[in-house]
C-alpha cells in the first residue's frame, strides 16, 4: 500500500477516535475530498481492506454491530488490539461516527485536554471551525444524576473562557435528562449555549439528521412568491327577469 497524504490524515484521526466503523469511514473520505456527503460504501470498503491488507489497520465484526469495525494495528498505534466487549467500545465507535461528520462540516477534531483535577471534566471531542471551539459529547445512556453538577459547572465555567458552545447529540431519554439537568445547574444566560440533539438510537447508530447543528450551513430559504395581482372585480350582471307566475291549478301536482 502505498502511503498517501489522505492516508495518512485518516491514520491520524483513528489515533484519536482509536475506534470507527464503516459508515465513519465514508464521512471521513467525504471530508478530505471536500466534500460534505459520504462517499459509497464500496470505496470505503476498498480503504479499509488496503489498509488492513497492509497491516496498518486490523478489522472485525462483533455481534452487537452490523458492520465492521476497525483500528489502527500495533505497527502504527504501539497498542494491542482493543477488546470490543468492554463497556465502553459502543460509546467510542458512536463518537467517531459523530467526529466524521464535524469533519464533513469542515470542522476539525481532536481529544480534550485531560482534567487536572477530579473537578475538571474531559469532553468526548473538540470540534474546532475558523474560530469556534465547541465540546461535543456523545450520550447513549443518561449519567446519574448527581454527576450532572459537576459536569455542568465545569462547562460553565469553560464556556466563559473562550468554548463557544457545548453540543450533546445522544438517545431521546438522555437528552431529556441533559436538558432537565442543564436547566438546573447553568445560568440562564449561558443556558441556551448547551445545545441537545436526539440523534442517536442505544446501539449508537446516527438514526436522524445532524443538519440542525450547523444551522449557518443551511441553503438560504427561497423567497416568497410574489403575491398575485388582485383580480378585476367581475362586470356586474343585469337581474335576470322575474319567471312569470304560473297558474294554479285545483287538484295535485
Do not use: C
Amino acid at each position: 500500500m502505498q502511503i498517501t497524504a489522505r492516508d495518512e490524515r485518516i491514520f491520524e484521526w483513528l489515533r484519536v477516535v482509536k475506534l470507527a466503523d464503516t459508515e465513519a469511514v465514508r464521512w471521513v473520505l467525504a471530508a478530505l475530498d471536500g466534500r460534505d456527503e459520504p462517499v459509497s460504501t464500496r470505496r470505503a470498503q476498498q480503504w479499509i481492506a488496503r489498509a488492513v491488507e497492509a497491516e496498518l489497520v486490523e478489522k472485525a465484526r462483533p455481534v452487537f454491530r452490523d458492520g465492521t469495525v476497525i483500528w489502527l494495528s500495533r505497527l502504527l498505534s504501539n497498542r494491542a488490539a482493543p477488546n470490543l466487549y468492554r463497556a465502553t467500545t459502543r460509546h467510542e465507535v458512536a463518537v467517531s461516527s459523530i467526529s466524521s461528520r464535524f469533519l464533513a462540516a469542515g470542522y476539525s477534531w481532536r481529544r480534550d485536554r485531560q482534567p487536572a483535577t477530579k473537578q475538571e471534566h474531559a469532553a468526548d471531542g473538540v470540534a474546532e471551525r475558523a474560530a469556534s471551539v465547541e465540546l461535543v459529547e456523545v450520550e447513549l445512556t443518561a449519567k446519574t444524576l448527581h454527576r450532572y453538577r459537576g459536569i455542568f459547572t465545569d462547562h460553565t465555567r469553560r464556556l466563559t473562557e473562550g468554548v463557544e458552545r457545548v453540543v450533546y447529540i445522544g438517545t431521546a431519554g438522555a437528552m431529556r435528562a441533559v436538558d432537565r439537568e442543564a436547566n438546573k445547574w447553568v445560568h440562564p444566560s449561558l443556558r441556551d449555549r448547551i445545545v441537545t440533539l436526539e440523534a442517536l438510537d442505544e446501539r449508537g447508530h446516527i438514526v436522524a439528521p445532524l443538519d440542525a447543528l450547523w444551522p449557518g450551513d443551511a441553503p438560504p430559504a427561497p423567497a416568497p412568491a410574489p403575491a398575485p395581482a388582485p383580480a378585476e372585480p367581475a362586470p356586474e350582471l343585469e337581474a335576470a327577469p322575474a319567471a312569470p307566475e304560473l297558474p294554479m291549478w285545483g287538484g295535485r301536482d
